[in-house]
């Protein structure tokens, strides 16, 4: 797990061409269905910084509104295109994650994790989502640290960590075990993240949060969101939100700086297969 392997360019090319695959039919039905969506994460910061990727970025990441997903989720649940697969984490018992993810069938995209669970790591988009936060400060405390431990229960209940700091292998893997033979299911687990989550999904609240992102994340306001700004990416017209500035500040500081040259990659995956794509 502790080895880095990195991509040659012709691979990370490759690879975000499959990707762009995923991504212009994610937006064929947010388009469709009039869903709101964002440009999120590093995607968002290879938006406004490169029009496009961050050169050496190896996936496409976007975020929308817990209604929006959830309208989302329905159509995919229902009438999705046969070479996709959509995953939330409620609709397979070994994945791990609390966002969406689209992936593209007969593809391959295999982490550390792979041998861990019962599906096959496809090549993938990750879709966010949007939480409301209440405008009680107690309220806001209590949503924070509940959802922030049903999160990582929610990982540890399916996988099993290994770590450099031999101290938090010891903690995890322990909980890892403990959850194992504890009458819970992680399925148990996954409704009451996901309740914890959503919990003022129906209520006037002013800020929003990436739940699992919230420690690296801070809240932000919906206005920092909404109206929808327009921007390039990849020569396609995607959303990106009203303050972004404000969103990639929060995330990356001095974003428009890049990093030093040696920073600039990412980690390859154990095993890649780009099928017939």
Not at 145 to 168: G, R
Request: glycine share 2%; charged share 30%.
């Amino acid at each position: 797990m502790f080895k880095s392997k990195r991509y040659d360019d012709e691979t990370l090319k490759h690879l975000q061409q499959v990707q762009m695959k995923i991504f212009k039919y994610f937006l064929e039905i947010c388009e469709e269905h009039d869903l709101t969506y964002f440009m999120y994460a590093g995607s968002l910061l290879g938006t406004v910084r490169h029009e496009g990727f961050i050169p050496w970025d190896d996936d496409i990441d976007v975020i929308m509104f817990r209604d929006d997903f959830e309208k989302l989720n329905n159509i995919l649940e229902n009438n999705i295109d046969k070479k996709y697969r959509f995953f939330n984490v409620l609709n397979e018992e070994t994945y791990h994650y609390s966002w969406g993810r689209i992936t593209l069938k007969d593809t391959l995209f295999k982490e550390w994790w792979g041998n861990q669970v019962e599906y096959t790591p496809n090549i993938f988009l990750d879709i966010f989502i949007l939480d409301n936060v209440p405008n009680n400060k107690y309220k806001w405390f209590v949503q924070k640290w509940k959802s922030f431990i049903l999160n990582q229960l929610t990982i540890y209940s399916i996988i099993k960590y290994k770590n450099e700091s031999k101290l938090k292998e010891i903690i995890q893997q322990s909980i890892y075990y403990l959850l194992k033979i504890l009458p819970i299911s992680p399925k148990t687990i996954k409704k009451k993240c996901v309740e914890t989550f959503s919990k003022y999904q129906n209520e006037d609240c002013d800020r929003v949060c990436d739940f699992p992102s919230e420690f690296f994340m801070p809240v932000s306001y919906k206005t920092d969101w909404l109206p929808v700004k327009k921007a390039k990416f990849e020569g396609l017209d995607v959303n990106i939100p009203n303050n972004y500035d404000k969103i990639l500040t929060m995330d990356f500081n001095n974003y428009m700086e890049l990093p030093p040259e040696e920073s600039r990659f990412n980690t390859a995956p154990k095993e890649i297969d780009f099928g017939e794509y």
